[in-house]
């Protein structure tokens, strides 16, 4: 199966590379530096959920580091734009904190590499503000990431399929049995839930294009609905529950934006998914599925995940500028009870390494300043993302991104309720590329084509 995710990258890569070659050649307003550079990134964006499994994660990141750094050294001789050093200031901040917190670390090894991981995922969005100045352009990230989706879609197949083999969707451990999956795409079902949940909006998103043709739009309603099936057989509760109000949220702004062509496409899926649920067989199918079930005891999943919560923030109180990046595992066991702090894992025993929630774990690492400025982040691009929406009502095309913004991000929000992300090479990957395309998520075609021509200062 390895070989056939090899080749299946290869070929898609070469597919993805020249389709971006030949979409901004035709635009002619682009370098051809800068139409190569861009469609290499669209290849490396595609391939983010393979990383891991093909052995990349750390030559793609040092790949990215370099080239970001190469382009903030050649545009720090130019005057630099206030805008984007609005934007940039509380990156900087969040960098500060975790550079900070590596004084503090029990481990500074782990801490200064998580340290040097965060650089290199910031690096997509200096890569993205430089490269992607266009409409046109943003809109290949978003391909890219739709078709990232064949290597969930085969591999969620593949493990479905065959239950026994050692390669698949994501690892599961059976501590009875000791039966262990390796060589996943991701480390475990709440991750491939995440990731996937990420990949739909995208989707959906897209479906605003006015350009696409009706068998395109055809084609992702399909995407949507076999990414939402191994979605649900992940089994998680939350995931769930954020794409459902993805989905709610998406709806409200189609009305807002008034697009009928899509609420009429809308309307025949609802129809279809309905008549579909209506039947006795599927019915019955549907409510064997664990995730089901598992929503009958929700009450007893809060109460031991606020053992967690509590413990974590007992820590931050002891350690208001943090434990250091990476070092929550090292004091874990002094403010959360054994019994749920350790667990066995392939014969050995491991103690767990976050909060089940990406605020309280982030909180605890790199402490309350680090904690504010993580969520002005989301929060900001939220907010901008609504107001550009409402300014750019009457221009369809012109609402894809705000709009995936505003539906990723509230997905991400909901999931880092319950989870931790940040060890997740595929997930901060794509957050830090939705945080990018928040830098400028207004942009008409007809402007972008002209700023696109006129000499540019900085960061663009």
Known sequence: MKVYLIIISIIFSIIIFIQSINFLDKEKNHRTIRIIMISITNVLIFLIPVYGILHLTNKIQYLILIYSAFILTKKILRPINIKNIKFLFPIIILLICCFISIFFAFNK????????????????????????????????????????????????????????????????????????????????SLEAAVFTSIIITFILCELLN????????????????????????????????????????????INLIKNHKIKFYMKVSLISTLILLG??????????????????????????????????????????????????KYH???????????????????????????????????????????????????IKAIKNLFKNKKTQNNNIFPILIIISLNVILINNMTTYFN???????????????????????????????APTKGLT
């Open 109 to 188: 090894n782990e801490a200064i590499n998580l340290f040097f991981k965060l650089f290199g995922y910031i690096g997509y969005i200096i890569i993205i503000m430089h490269l992607y100045k266009d409409y046109n352009s943003k809109l290949l990230i978003i391909k890219s990431v739709k078709l990232s989706s064949v290597f969930i879609i085969i591999t969620g197949a593949y493990q479905l399929i065959l239950n026994t083999s050692n390669i698949g969707l994501y690892s599961y451990y059976n501590p009875n049995t000791n039966d262990v999956r390796i060589s996943m795409i991701f480390n475990d």
């Open 210 to 253: 006015n350009k696409r043709s009706k068998i395109l739009k055809l084609y992702d309603y399909l995407l949507i609905i076999i990414l939402f099936g191994l979605l649900i057989e992940t089994g998680s509760r939350t995931t769930l529950t954020s794409i459902a109000i993805a989905f709610f949220i998406f709806f409200i702004l």
């Open 332 to 382: 874990a066991l002094m403010y959360i009870p054994s019994s749920m702090a350790v667990f066995v894992f392939n014969n050995i025993k491991v103690v767990t390494t976050h909060a089940e929630n990406t605020y309280l774990t982030i909180l605890a690492e790199i402490g309350i300043v680090g904690f504010l400025t993580y969520l002005y982040i989301i929060i900001r691009s939220i």
């Open 279 to 328: 039947s006795n067989y599927a019915i019955q199918k549907l409510w064997q599925l664990d995730i089901f079930k598992r929503f009958l005891y929700v009450e007893k999943s809060i109460g031991v995940r606020s053992k967690f919560w509590n413990g974590a923030f007992e820590m931050f109180r002891d350690n208001i500028w943090g434990v250091g990046l990476g070092n929550f």
């Open 423 to 453: 060890d997740s090479q595929a997930i901060m990957s794509l957050f830090w590329i939705i945080i990018g395309l928040s830098s400028d998520t207004i942009c008409t075609e007809k402007v972008s084509i002209s700023s696109s021509r």
